[in-house]
Nanobody, 128 residues
Framework: QLQLVESGGGSVQPGGSLRLSCAAS????????IGWFRQAPGKEREGVSC????????NYADSVKGRFTISRDNAKNTVYLQMNTLNPEDTAVYYC?????????????????????WGEGTQVTVSS
């Protein structure tokens, strides 16, 4: 019954912004770390960002640090990824994923194997 649904993807020009949303249902967000991953053409799926179940800890890949911001709204059971100053290297299918870590955990590792539940992904294309 645990489901994650991404939205907010689309096509933008370099330098543009998008905000991705990950709507969770069937579970209490407070017990799960939520990660954003992406898979670009010709590349392996990589971790982008993660926010802890506590909401107080975040983790970012070096390639997006300073440009992307992850946040969560537990009342809405939704996690967001604000993406600014997008460049063509950000073009990928973006997935959100949930890792059960227990209530209030500060865990934020970007390790794919630890995330058991995944959304279907949303396409982000950055081109001129």
């Amino acid at each position: 019954q645990l489901q994650l649904v991404e939205s907010g993807g689309g096509s933008v020009q370099p330098g543009g912004s998008l905000r991705l949303s990950c709507a969770a249902s069937g579970f209490t967000l407070d017990y799960y770390a939520i990660g954003w991953f992406r898979q670009a053409p010709g590349k392996e799926r990589e971790g982008v960002s993660c926010i802890s179940a506590s909401g107080g800890s975040t983790n970012y890949a070096d390639s997006v640090k300073g440009r992307f911001t992850i946040s969560r709204d537990n009342a809405k059971n939704t996690v967001y990824l604000q993406m600014n100053t997008l460049n063509p290297e950000d073009t990928a299918v973006y997935y959100c994923a949930a890792a059960f870590v227990g209530y209030g955990s500060i865990w934020t590792a970007l390790s794919k194997a630890d995330f058991a539940s995944w959304g279907e992904g949303t396409q982000v294309t950055v081109s001129s």
